[in-house]
């Protein structure tokens, strides 16, 4: 079966830049895409079709997908950001997450 | 868009329930549909969907499920449903019923909806 690997968690201070990493076999031919979920709420779609943001979505999130690894930039990051954040791909038919990766913003 | 879950509840090993999804604020039949869960304190998994009439209403499931939950839709109502059966305690979760984007993603989410599997 297919993997996608996240870190369990990643800390940023207020203003700066935050990265959460997504790793799979050649994820940089799939499209990638990134959920937004904070504590007792719906994910929310940030990032689709690797960099992509929907409407309502701030500038400051950005993405990249390239070779085994999609990214998720914050930039500015804001206590507001502070969530779980999960990629997500296909493969063979079927949809993919990867396990989280906790934002703390401090 | 809005998508309501409801049925979710309390049931034995074995059992069976029924979730629906309510959906409203775009073109229901045009829109494939997808079930997504997440354990207390886990990560998502995806369960399964069900694509539009133009697609023949194609189903596919994840490997945990396959056999056991069927996803089906009635598109006059503009309600998508999923069908839980031989239930296991792991299958103890919110489910989440999410619009299907146009690349793949999930770009409407409902609140979701509690199943616990419990004797």
């Known amino acids: 079966s297919y993997d996608l690997t996240q870190p369990p968690s990643v800390s940023v201070s207020p203003g700066q830049t935050a990265s959460i990493t997504c790793s799979g076999d050649?994820?940089?031919?799939?499209?990638a895409c990134w959920y937004q979920q904070r504590p007792g709420q719906s994910p929310v779609l940030v990032i689709y079709?690797?960099?992509k943001r929907p409407s309502g979505i701030p500038e400051r999130f950005s993405g990249s997908n390239s070779g085994n690894t999609a990214t998720l930039t914050i930039s500015g990051t804001q206590t507001m950001d502070e969530a779980d954040y999960y990629c997500?791909?296909?493969?063979?038919?079927?949809?993919?997450f990867g396990g989280g990766t906790k934002l703390t913003v401090l | 868009v809005q998508l309501v879950e409801s049925g979710g509840g309390l049931v034995q090993p074995g059992g069976s329930l029924k979730l629906s999804c309510a959906a409203s604020?775009?073109?229901?039949?045009?829109?494939?549909l997808h079930w997504v869960r997440q354990a207390s304190g886990t990560g998502l998994e995806w369960v399964g969907r069900?694509?539009?009439?133009?697609?023949?209403?194609?189903?596919a499931y994840a490997a945990s499920v396959k056999g056991r939950f069927i996803i089906s839709r009635d598109d006059s109502n503009n309600t998508a449903y999923l069908q839980l059966n031989s239930l296991k305690t792991e299958d103890t979760a919110v489910y989440y019923c999410?619009?299907?984007?146009?690349?793949?993603?999930?770009?409407?989410w409902g609140q979701g909806t509690l199943v616990t599997v419990s004797s």
């Open positions: 604020g775009f073109t229901f039949s045009g829109s494939g």
């Open positions: 999410t619009k299907g984007g146009d690349y793949g993603d999930f770009d409407f």
């Open positions: 079709q690797d960099k």
């Open positions: 997500q791909a296909w493969d063979s038919n079927t949809v993919v």
């Open positions: 050649k994820l940089g031919s799939k499209y």
């Open positions: 069900i694509r539009t009439q133009a697609n023949n209403y194609a189903t």
